[in-house]
């Protein structure tokens, strides 16, 4: 399965949590794929882990919005679990894959938590997690290699 097709599974899929560990530099998402969507038998449980590795860059962009002019907030690379959380499963918005990087000022003043990695690997490919609600957006970018998925129960669908 390549990226595109992917793309079309995780269409409507909703965030309910972005993990970064920096050590292993591993993006772990927590997805609750749409009903009907995937090529995998996932039963009443949609969930579905995204991994990304090697994570050689992370800039991500936390705005209140319900204040004007809309209010940057940061944040640790520890909280962007709490972070992604606080969104409630909120629906994805395309694209996932392929953004080019946001330049500095694009997402607001300044990136709420940014990280990189001097290491040569972890740059052929981008996944943008975006969502929004009421109250504020998150915006989420990471440069990777590679990636897997997997249910709900750890069993390995695609890598």
């Given at each position: ?44 449980d949609?969930?579905?882990?995204l ?20 209010e ?44 990189s ?43």
């Amino acid at each position: 399965m390549d990226l595109s097709d992917l793309e079309e599974v995780l269409d409507q899929a909703r965030l309910w949590g972005a993990e970064l560990d920096p050590r292993f530099r591993v993006l772990a998402t927590t997805l609750e794929l749409a009903a009907g969507s995937g090529p995998w038998e996932l039963g009443a449980d949609r969930r579905i882990q995204l991994l990304c590795f090697p994570v050689s860059t992370i800039l991500a962009s936390l705005r209140r919005t319900s204040v004007v002019p809309p209010e940057q907030v940061t944040f640790t690379t520890e909280q962007l679990v709490d972070v992604t959380a606080g969104f409630g499963g909120a629906v994805l918005e395309p694209p996932i894959f392929g953004r080019p990087q946001p330049a500095p000022g694009e997402w607001g003043p300044a990136f709420s938590l940014q990280g990189s990695s001097s290491a040569p690997d972890g740059r052929l490919r981008t996944i943008t997690l975006a969502v929004a609600d009421a109250e504020a957006r998150l915006e989420v970018f990471a440069r990777f290699d590679a990636l897997e998925v997997r249910d709900a129960q750890g069993e390995e669908l695609l890598g």
